[in-house]
C-alpha cells in the first residue's frame, strides 16, 4: 500500500509543475498543448465564437508628410489585445506566476492590417516585440510601428491648410462572427505622446468603429478608423513666402515709378519677374499634382507674374515713347489725356507723354495689386477660419 502511495505522488510530481516554476517551465508547458493545434487556427475552443481584439493607436511622431506623392510617414505606439483560449494556466500551480511572455511567431496573433499602407513589404509590425499573456489567457501585444498610409493632401489655403488622414485597420482573413475589432476609449488611448516637430502640429486624433460590407463574403467585416488631423505650422512660410511676395509685388510697382531717364527701369523689371517665377516655383515643387485645387498663394503669384510681365511690356512701350524724336507731331487726343493726367496745361513733349503714361500705368497697376492682394488674403483668412471652425 505505501509502495502504490508513493508511485501516486511520484507520478503527481512528474504530471504537474513544481512550486517556484521559471516562467520559460510555464510557457513550454502551454506550447506543449498549443502545438497540437495550427496557429492559423482562432484559439477558441467552441467555434461559433467570437475573438474580440481591441486596438489602440497613439501618434508619436510625425515622420514626414510627402506633398508631391501625397504619403503620410508617422511613428505610432500600438496596442492589442485578445484572449488566447490555449494560454490559459492557474498561477497557483505555478509559484504564484501569473504573467509570462512570448514571441509573436509562437501563438495565434490576428492579422489586423492598414488599408491605406503604402509600404513596399506591407509589414506594419515590429515581430521581435514580445506579447504579453496573463494567467487567464489575456493577450496584450505592445509594439512601435512606422506607418506609411495614402493621405489626400488638400492645399487650396497653403500654408494656413488643416490636413486630416486616415488609418483604417482591418482583419484581412476574418469576418465579424470570426473576429469583432474594436478600438479602446480609455485615459490610455487619450493619452498625448506626441513629440512636436516645426512644421505639422498634431490637433486630433478621432476614432470609430464601422462594419463594411464586401460583394465576397457573406458576413461583414469590422473596421477601426483614426482620423488624424494636423494643422501646418505657417510662420516659417509667412517670413519666407508670404511677405517677400508682397514686398516684390510693391517693387513691381516702383519699375513704373523710375523715371524714364534713369535707364534701369528694363533691367529692375526682368529682376522682379524671374523672383516672382523662382516663388512659383519653390511652392510648386513641395506641392501636390493640381488636379482638383489650386493653391490661392499660387494663383496670387500667377497673378503677379502676368503684372510683372505687364509692367515690363509697359516700360518697353514708354521708352520708346521718351525716345520719340522731338519734332514728331503728337496726336490731339494723346495731348488731352497726357494734360488730363498730369492735371496741368504745358507744352507737351513726348517725354512728358512718357510720363504720364507711366504715372497712369502705376496708378492702374497698383489698384489691381491692392485687388489681388485682398483677394488673396481674404481667401485665406475665410478658409483659416473655416479650417478652425471644423477642427473645434
Not at 3 to 19: D, E, H
Not at 140 to 167: A, E
Not at 218 to 224: A, E, F, L, M, W
Amino acid at each position: 500500500m505505501m509502495n502504490i502511495f508513493a508511485v501516486l505522488i511520484a507520478l503527481r510530481l512528474i504530471v504537474s509543475p513544481a512550486s517556484g516554476s521559471s516562467e520559460r517551465d510555464v510557457l513550454e508547458h502551454l506550447l506543449s498543448n498549443y502545438g497540437t493545434h495550427s496557429k492559423a487556427v482562432r484559439p477558441v475552443r467552441n467555434a461559433s465564437d467570437t475573438i474580440r481584439v481591441e486596438l489602440r493607436i497613439l501618434i508619436a511622431q510625425i515622420i514626414d508628410i510627402d506633398e508631391p506623392k501625397q504619403q503620410l510617414i508617422v511613428n505610432t505606439w500600438q496596442k492589442m489585445s485578445w484572449k488566447d483560449e490555449y494560454m490559459v494556466w492557474n498561477p497557483d500551480d505555478y509559484g504564484g506566476l501569473d504573467v509570462i511572455h512570448a514571441l509573436p511567431s509562437q501563438i495565434w496573433k490576428p492579422n489586423i492590417v492598414l488599408v491605406e499602407n503604402v509600404d513596399f513589404f506591407f509589414s506594419n509590425y515590429n515581430k521581435d516585440v514580445v506579447l504579453i499573456i496573463a494567467a487567464d489567457g489575456s493577450v496584450i501585444w505592445y509594439t512601435l510601428t512606422m506607418l506609411r498610409v495614402s493621405c489626400k493632401i488638400h492645399t487650396r489655403l497653403f500654408p494656413f491648410d488643416v490636413q486630416q488622414c486616415t488609418l483604417t485597420f482591418m482583419s484581412w482573413a476574418y469576418d465579424m462572427p470570426s473576429l469583432d475589432l474594436t478600438f479602446v476609449d480609455d485615459d490610455d488611448a487619450n493619452q498625448r505622446i506626441f513629440n512636436e516637430n516645426g512644421v505639422w502640429r498634431f490637433v486630433d486624433l478621432d476614432f470609430k468603429r464601422v462594419e463594411k460590407k464586401y460583394i465576397c463574403c457573406k458576413h461583414p467585416y469590422t473596421q477601426v478608423i483614426y482620423t488624424l488631423t494636423l494643422k501646418r505650422q505657417s510662420e516659417f512660410y509667412i517670413y519666407s513666402m508670404l511677405i517677400p511676395s508682397v514686398l516684390l509685388t510693391v517693387i513691381t510697382l516702383m519699375v513704373l515709378a523710375i523715371p524714364p531717364e534713369s535707364g534701369e527701369k528694363v533691367a529692375l523689371g526682368i529682376t522682379n519677374l524671374l523672383a516672382f517665377i523662382l516663388f512659383q516655383q519653390l511652392i510648386s515643387d513641395n506641392m501636390p499634382p493640381q488636379g482638383d485645387e489650386i493653391p490661392v498663394i499660387t494663383t496670387y503669384l500667377f497673378s503677379m507674374v502676368i503684372l510683372g510681365v505687364a509692367s515690363i511690356i509697359e516700360t518697353v512701350f514708354v521708352l520708346r515713347l521718351f525716345h520719340k524724336p522731338e519734332d514728331e507731331p503728337i496726336p490731339k487726343a494723346v495731348v488731352r489725356f497726357s494734360s488730363f493726367i498730369r492735371l496741368r496745361k504745358t507744352t507737351m513733349t513726348w517725354k512728358l507723354v512718357a510720363k504720364a503714361v507711366d504715372k497712369f500705368m502705376f496708378i492702374v497697376f497698383l489698384m489691381t495689386a491692392s485687388v489681388m492682394v485682398l483677394i488673396s488674403y481674404l481667401l485665406l483668412l475665410t478658409g483659416h477660419v473655416e479650417g478652425q471652425e471644423h477642427i473645434h
